[in-house]
Nanobody
């Protein structure tokens, strides 16, 4: 059974940093990709970043390039999202998703329709 679990969300001030973690199980980690997505109230879920666990190829949505960094730890089946210089518009529930292939959107991030399994999400709140 594929399972994904996010952690690391919380309250942070504008300009601050958070590190989100996603633990994965139930599939061959190296053969798949993991994406980070976010959904703010009243908005559609959007792809933020993704990594192919096998070769380490990464993708970023345009608005987070230079501020967010995705990485994976194959030994622990973990994927991380380091978020720096957080802005008010980054506030959302963040989800990780397992993907067989990364469908890159026009804004550079992963497309959500390629996700086979989702985690429960972790809330990021950014205060001014």
């Amino acid at each position: 059974e594929v399972q994904l679990g996010e952690s690391g969300g919380g309250l942070v001030q504008t300009g601050g940093s958070l590190r989100l973690s996603c633990v994965a199980s139930g599939f061959a980690f190296d053969d798949y990709s993991i994406g980070w997505f976010r959904q703010a109230p009243g908005k559609e879920r959007e792809g933020v970043s993704a990594i192919h666990n096998g070769d380490g190829t990464t993708y970023y949505e345009d608005s987070v390039k230079g501020r967010f960094t995705i990485s994976s730890d194959k030994a622990k089946n973990m994927v991380y999202l380091q978020m720096n210089h957080l802005k008010a518009e980054d506030a959302a529930t963040y989800y990780c998703g397992e993907m067989g292939a990364i469908n890159v959107s026009t804004s550079g991030g992963p497309g959500r329709y390629g996700v086979d399994y989702w985690g429960e999400g972790t809330l990021v709140t950014v205060s001014s």
